[in-house]
């Protein structure tokens, strides 16, 4: 460490952990000014300074059957990235979700004697809790985002460090929608539904026909509805533009201002995942949807052992927010629900309400901060 500046390996595979990794990143830099990294992520790991010597675009695929479609590719980045961590030889390396690839990563870096810090708990007590030995194992240290998983893994004796959500703080509701609104060209007497059909390819095949069919069945009864499209930065034109071309009804796409857009809403369809996380931070009902190939809804109803597959919904340990899975992701279900929100001022309040809770339980902010902390005081010990 005294002779080099430090090096970093950071691995993320999908969207939310490019970034969650970026944000890291810099706030390591502040603490160590001399700090590289490198690794494989996307865009914002780039932009933050990060060596990105395999690009994650592509590989953020979810379910079994989805998984072996890519498993080829999902391989040679997986090699690419161990014969990364042999010829470098960082001082640590941090995983950053995406994790079953990170797993079989941090073992064969653990192996090597490189120090391992996993970042976003793998969901190992909701599925399969018997291979929190195996993670145990493979890494030094697990950093996790949410505070009852800290119990869980002092349990099986995992050092663990709860350093907070890294939207926590940097996401609140919108304090003017109106205004939004008016400087979108969306303003109008109708509601305004915002639809998130994820960024991953495989879930904008499976769930944007959906979302278009049911935005088609909510302006049949509010025909003053209006809907726009948040487009992830992952997802390519081309991948929309086919669906949205045949849409029963206009639908603005939109990239910019995320956030204040999807804060403007009255309501908002969206793909499980951290989506949910942010427009529960923004305060806005919403209606959770999620659809798997057969084959991995199947199996994985076999495996979950928690009701819920929200996040909002598993952090307030009860239904706040509906989730319609496969089969019941349908435009009749999440239609009617939607409307539902958009005609009942009380019940939708309701949501509004059971919301600041989630966002009470998510903290204060400053996660990327403590991560950073976390990860810089692991460079200084020895690997164990």
Sequence with gaps: MAERAPLVMLVAGEVSGDQHAAAMFRELRTLIPQVRGIGMGGSAMREAGIDIRVDSTGLGVIGLAEIARHYGEIRRALEAMKALARTERPDLLICVDYKEFNFRLARAAKAAGIKVLFYVSPQVWAWRPGRVKSYGKAIDHMAVIFPFEVPFYERHGIPVTYVGHPLAGRIAPVADKGKVRREQGMDGPGPLVGLLPGSRGN??????????????????????????????????????????????????????????????????????????????????????????????????????????????????????????????????????????????????????????????????????????????????????
Aim: proline share 6%.
């Design 203 to 384: 879930e904008i095949r499976r769930l944007l026909p959906m979302l278009l069919q049911t935005a088609a069945r909510i302006a049949g009864e509010r025909p003053d509805a209006r809907f726009v499209l948040i487009q992830a930065p992952s997802v390519a034109d081309e991948l929309l533009a086919a669906e949205l071309e045949t849409a029963p009804v206009p639908v603005r796409v939109v990239k910019e201002r995320r956030h204040e857009i999807l804060g403007s809403c009255d309501a908002v369809i969206t793909t499980s995942g951290t989506a949910t996380l942010e427009v529960a931070l923004l305060g806005v009902p919403m209606v959770i949807v999620y659809k798997l190939a057969p084959l991995s809804y199947w199996l994985g109803r076999l495996l979950v052992t928690i009701p819920f597959i929200g996040l909002p919904n598993i952090l307030a340990g009860r239904r706040i927010v509906e989730e319609f899975i496969q089969h019941a992701a349908n435009a009749e279900m999440v239609g009617g629900e939607i409307l539902r929100i958009l005609n009942d001022p009380a019940y939708a309040l309701r949501i509004r309400d059971d919301l600041v809770e989630v966002r009470t339980l998510l903290g204060e902010g400053g996660g990327s901060r403590r991560l950073a902390e976390l990860a810089a005081e692991l460079l200084e010990r020895p690997a164990r």
